[in-house]
């Protein structure tokens, strides 16, 4: 049920690296503003939206069972390594139910009131099962979000959060995080894959 590399190039994507997996079942709109990186997953039932913002997926990056990645309008970064649990979601436009103005794409613009960001994951950050992100937030480095929770602030690197909305929990041990980080860099150039030059890539070196 996996695409086959023909089938990918065929699609037209912006940019396209080496074995890339995606669901014959995943459904993705705007190929030409969407760029993944080598050696990324995306399974079945999973929903990617791009254009006229870009969604930009980094190396070794796992997108799972039926999320839902909403960047068409303000952009979506999944750093190299990072993972999207099922049934979570990112949107990167959210419309406030609280004002007095309309709701629903299908009401003229000009009538509603929607917030607009790009969403940046860092390398590594791990997003939980029927989790929510926000627009404009930022997770850090190696950070990490509990499922069922509701991301509406930055998540700083190595930061453990959960809980609607989210609190912290904890920390990821980061000697052990970058260790495993910098032998990956390695194993991956062994490839001929820069994955810190990717984007979202240069917020490996951030604290």
């Not at 699609?11 to 190929?31: C, K, M, Q, W, Y």
């Not at 870009?54 to 997108?63: L, N, P």
């Not at 970064?77 to 979601?89: K, W």
């Not at 194993?187 to 979202?200: C, Y």
């Amino acid at each position: 049920m996996i695409l086959g590399d023909s089938e990918l190039r065929e699609l037209g994507f912006a940019s396209l690296g080496e074995n890339v997996r995606i669901d014959r079942r995943a459904t993705i709109f705007g190929h030409e503003h969407i760029h993944l990186g080598s050696h990324v997953r995306i399974d079945s039932f999973a929903v990617i939206t791009a254009g006229p913002a870009s969604v930009e997926i980094g190396s070794f990056t796992h997108i799972a069972a039926h999320t839902y990645l909403s960047g068409a309008q303000g952009g979506i970064t999944l750093g190299y390594g990072s993972g999207i649990a099922p049934f979570a979601a990112l949107y990167s436009a959210v419309e406030d139910y609280t004002t007095g103005r309309l709701t629903n794409p299908s009401v003229p613009a000009d009538l509603r009131e929607t917030s607009v960001g790009r969403i940046v994951l860092g390398p590594h950050a791990a997003v939980g099962s029927s989790s929510v992100v926000l627009d404009g937030r930022h997770l850090g480095f190696a950070s990490a979000v509990g499922a069922l929770s509701l991301v509406n602030r930055r998540v700083r690197p190595f930061e453990v959060v959960h809980g609607n909305p989210i609190r912290r929990v904890g920390r990821r041990p980061e000697v052990d995080l970058r260790r495993r980080d910098d032998e990956l860099v390695v194993r991956a150039a062994a490839m001929g894959i820069d994955v810190r030059s990717e984007p979202g890539g240069s917020l490996a070196g951030t604290s």
